[in-house]
């Protein structure tokens, strides 16, 4: 039955519909081959984090380098034949005081800013778009809880869509039927999430199954959906464009098929998208795709 209603959506998704949510985006949040580093910052809390790293980066090259420093004049200047006779002290109080504090002021240091940017992630602000997400064996649910529709989202090129999570013709032309190439594969989905740009999206997340983790590193969030208990997370998207996620907590042998696709759309686009979503998948049980979501 569901296999039934997942190849209807496949169809469903090649209406009028999706095509306005993803004319003209630009795919934004994706891995890049070859490239090292993070994806470009869409909210304010990625470029929080990418920040944050940057600079424990910078302490932490810092302190090899002073380390590797401190290894080599030991080596050259006290091995044997440089330092024939060694000394025979054992303690220095004022070097073990510096070792001792040192470390402890440089933890304090990072503590000060990694701890606001933690809180700025888990303090929930009041939500203008609310999501419920929940993770399956091996696909997302999303409910849109302000306005009664829902939908599931698969990988393009897994079971529930006629594919073998494997790419073929086939996979490839569903891939660019929905607007996607093949470069895609394993991250493009066949629907999608859609939200208004610079509008705050909160999100509540759950598992059916097993633990999952819903995560979008271009916008700087990752939280667990674990089964029998809700957890939340917030992002406000300030770029329109297409992002990609994936299930980021090992859950079991499909667990690199479930990818997640967000679009982010200015917000008469969203209303537009929103009006014709609630008009014909209004009260639909979440189990059915709703296709339009893409």
Not at 186 to 191: I, K, N
Request: proline share 5%; net charge negative; charged share 15%.
């Amino acid at each position: 039955m569901r296999l039934t209603s997942s190849l209807m959506a496949v169809l469903a998704a090649l209406s009028a519909l999706p095509a306005m949510a993803q004319e003209g985006l630009e795919i934004v949040g994706k891995p890049v081959d070859g490239e090292l580093g993070f994806q470009p910052a869409a909210t304010e809390l990625a470029r929080d984090l990418q920040w944050l790293d940057g600079m424990i980066n910078v302490i932490i090259i810092s302190i090899v380098l002073f380390v590797t420093v401190l290894l080599a004049i030991v080596a050259l200047r006290y091995n044997r034949r440089a330092n024939a006779t060694s000394a025979t002290f054992t303690h220095n109080s004022p070097i073990e005081i510096a070792w001792t504090i040192i470390p402890i002021v440089i933890l304090v240091f990072i503590g000060a800013f990694s701890l606001p940017i933690l809180f700025k992630q888990q303090e929930i602000p009041e939500g203008e778009v609310h999501i419920k997400v929940t993770g399956y064996q091996w696909y997302w649910g999303y409910e849109y809880t302000d306005h009664d529709f829902g939908f599931d989202s698969y990988m393009i090129g897994s079971p529930a869509t006629g594919g073998e999570n494997r790419m073929t013709p086939d996979v490839e032309t569903q891939l660019v039927e929905a607007g996607f190439s093949k470069d895609e594969f394993l991250l493009a989905t066949d629907t999608s999430v859609v939200v208004p740009v610079n509008k705050v999206v909160v999100m509540q997340l759950t598992g059916a199954d097993v633990i999952h983790s819903w995560t979008i590193p271009a916008f700087g969030v990752k939280q667990d959906a674990v089964p029998g208990r809700l957890s939340q997370l917030w992002f406000k998207a300030e770029k329109e464009g297409i992002y990609f996620g994936q299930c980021s907590e090992l859950c079991g042998q499909a667990h690199a098929y479930m990818p997640i696709t967000v679009k982010v759309v200015s917000e008469a686009e969203y209303e537009q998208w929103l009006e014709g979503a609630i008009e014909e998948y209004a009260g639909t049980p979440r189990s059915v795709d709703v296709a339009s979501a893409n």
